[in-house]
């Protein structure tokens, strides 16, 4: 289960202004890689929409399916704006919907027969 937690006006790649969503999965445990203590964070992504500014505020609050997961990216500089340190990364954490992913392995499996 995710939350809307947040909208975030962005641009498209034709320069047009659009809203996202920003959602928040559940809270996990983690290790910390320094002192290999455990620690619970949540992890949030950025979901695009066709909304205009005031649906996609009324959208804050809501749960959906789904999770946020790691994915695999070409490396990318991030900096991080509490200290201002760039960093290089390789992955983003992205929202799925099982039932979205469920839906195209049916779709393939259909296309195949």
Same mark, same amino acid.
């Given at each position: 289960?995710?939350?809307?937690?947040?909208?975030?006006?962005?641009?498209?790649?034709?320069?047009?202004?659009?809203?996202?969503?920003?959602?928040?999965?559940?809270?996990?445990?983690?290790?910390?890689?320094? &002192?290999? *203590?455990?620690?619970?964070?949540?992890?949030?992504?950025?979901?695009?929409?066709?909304?205009? !500014? /005031?649906? +996609?505020?009324?959208?804050?609050?809501?749960?959906?399916?789904?999770?946020?997961?790691?994915?695999?990216?070409?490396?990318?500089?991030?900096?991080?704006?509490?200290?201002?340190?760039?960093?290089?990364? &390789?992955? *983003?954490?992205?929202?799925?919907?099982?039932?979205?992913?469920?839906?195209?392995?049916?779709? !393939? /499996?259909? +296309?195949?027969?």
């Amino acid at each position: 289960m995710v939350t809307v937690k947040e909208i975030k006006k962005a641009r498209n790649s034709k320069d047009e202004e659009f809203y996202g969503l920003i959602v928040q999965s559940g809270a996990m445990p983690v290790k910390s890689k320094k &002192t290999g *203590r455990v620690y619970f964070t949540a992890k949030t992504a950025f979901v695009a929409t066709t909304f205009d !500014e /005031e649906t +996609a505020s009324s959208m804050i609050g809501m749960e959906f399916e789904g999770t946020v997961k790691k994915v695999p990216t070409d490396p990318y500089e991030y900096t991080i704006e509490e200290t201002g340190e760039i960093i290089q990364l &390789t992955h *983003r954490w992205e929202y799925v919907d099982p039932a979205l992913d469920l839906e195209e392995q049916v779709v !393939e /499996e259909m +296309a195949v027969i």
